[in-house]
């Protein structure tokens, strides 16, 4: 499918989506995290004034706190704060859906890494916290929210998940699963992880029969590199627009989510994220519908366990410079 020349030829059932390889910031000051927030805001009138039939703008994962994994309260944020509603109210004046990245305050634990997407009228449609933070590297909460998905322009249905969450097979699924059509992976990825990056952004879309739109921090902080490196993926696993590494640049395409519709109605050989709870159903009505899977009957029962547990070496974040953690995880803890 082609991409509409990055959506300069939008058709009428075309999501022209932006992902924006931001330059990588190093805030450690209330006053630097503002600041960056004021590019993010330029960075969506930059959007707007570079391609006018552009439906959402999206930004990576850490695109205000940059990679120090620096949990000071004082460079944290929240839903109701001041980089929050500038966020909100550039994505009201310049008629634009948003997606952002904010670590989010939690007095109950260490922070979390969470996500929002926007709409033009400045309304937050889908808050999502971070499920699986790139231990041992990362400080953050556990997220708790689950795997929302939202309405999102044009007619399409959004997922968001963030980073290291796109390793996971039973991410993309559960996106799918939920009804979207299009998953945004918001990341901040160094170059060692090129390669796992792009085959997991096109087997994540294959898979589910779903459209993917991909994008990291991009440039040097002077410590780190990040690898920007956009990417759309079409329904097929076929990449539709790729980015490299030039900072600041907006790389856009147009998606066809009523394709994707199409696709998961009509589909007979491949048709996976239907195949996969209707199993063998050319032999028995229906497919069979059990779950022969070990791993998920031991992760719904609390016992998930390897083979090789008792062999790993690396099982908190102790190697990073953190403190291993002695408190249990809360699930129902919601602030």
């Not at 009228?121 to 889908?126: A, F, N, P, Q």
């Not at 299009?182 to 992880?193: D, F, K, V």
Request: hydrophobic share 35%; glycine share 10%; with cysteine.
């Amino acid at each position: 499918m082609a991409s509409g020349l990055g959506g300069l030829n939008k058709s009428p059932n075309g999501v022209v989506i932006g992902l924006a390889q931001l330059t990588l910031p190093d805030p450690h000051t209330r006053d630097e995290l503002w600041t960056q927030t004021q590019k993010v805001v330029s960075m969506i009138g930059k959007a707007r004034r570079s391609m006018p039939g552009m439906d959402l703008i999206v930004f990576p994962e850490y695109s205000l706190h940059g990679l120090s994994m620096d949990t000071s309260p004082d460079i944290m944020c929240t839903l109701d704060g001041p980089e929050v509603a500038a966020l909100k109210q550039a994505c009201i004046d310049h008629s634009i859906w948003g997606c952002f990245s904010i670590m989010e305050a939690n007095p109950h634990g260490n922070p979390y890494n969470s996500g929002i997407i926007v709409d033009d009228t400045g309304e937050v449609r889908l808050y999502y916290r971070k499920l699986h933070p790139w231990v041992p590297v990362e400080p953050w909460e556990p997220g708790n929210l689950g795997i929302p998905v939202c309405d999102g322009p044009r007619g399409s249905k959004l997922a968001l998940i963030i980073c290291h969450d796109g390793m996971f097979p039973e991410m993309a699924r559960e996106c799918a699963y939920k009804g979207a059509e299009i998953m945004i992976r918001t990341a901040g990825y160094t170059a060692p992880i090129r390669h796992s990056w792009k085959i997991t952004n096109q087997v994540n879309s294959f898979t589910n029969l779903m459209q993917t739109a991909s994008v990291c921090m991009c440039g040097s902080d002077g410590t780190f590199d990040s690898m920007g490196e956009a990417m759309f993926v079409d329904f097929d696993g076929t990449p539709m627009a790729e980015g490299g590494g030039r900072a600041d640049e907006i790389v856009s395409c147009e998606l066809r989510p009523d394709l994707v519709r199409e696709a998961r109605k009509h589909w007979g050989v491949e048709n996976n994220i239907y195949q996969f709870g209707h199993r063998g159903y050319v032999a028995v009505k229906g497919g069979a519908q059990d779950c022969p899977y070990t791993y998920m009957h031991d992760l719904a029962a609390g016992q998930y366990r390897l083979p090789w547990e008792d062999e790993v070496v690396h099982t908190d974040g102790s190697s990073c410079g953190f403190a291993a953690p002695e408190r249990l995880y809360n699930p129902h803890s919601q602030e």
